[in-house]
Nanobody, 124 residues
């Protein structure tokens, strides 16, 4: 599975951005997809997850009510709509995928495949 993320950029606090992650390869075997973000201070942390077959979602507490993860199975794409952005949302955002049906979803080690990351910068 190959993952290609896009959509990052600069935004002012309170603004919105949409990130997209297109999967290719063994997409029919994908079970989980997720977004993580990475900063030097906090390392790589979980942002949001979506189960590929039924669309069940999970979010980190710090993005609940602001970010929405969604999928387009026909386009093999997962989107992350980010609203009410805050300066602390500044990070490199990475999409991840796994083929296992295991229930662990919150740690980077739970995912086998990673995209290259896209930078989001939020200014105050």
């Amino acid at each position: 599975v190959q993952l290609q993320a896009s959509g990052g950029g600069s935004q002012q606090a309170g603004g919105s951005l949409r990130l997209s992650c297109v999967a290719s390869g063994r997409t029919s075997s994908i079970y989980h997809m997720a977004w993580f973000r990475q900063t030097p201070e906090k390392g790589r942390e979980f942002v949001a997850h979506i189960r590929w077959n039924d669309g069940t979602t999970y979010y980190a507490d710090f993005v609940k009510g602001r970010f929405t993860i969604s999928r387009d199975n026909a386009k093999n794409t997962v989107n992350l709509d980010m609203n009410s952005l805050k300066p602390e949302d500044t990070a490199i955002y990475l999409c991840a995928a796994d083929l296992s049906s295991a229930t662990y979803i919150y740690f980077p080690s739970d995912y086998q495949y990673w995209g290259q990351g896209t930078l989001v910068t939020v200014s105050s």
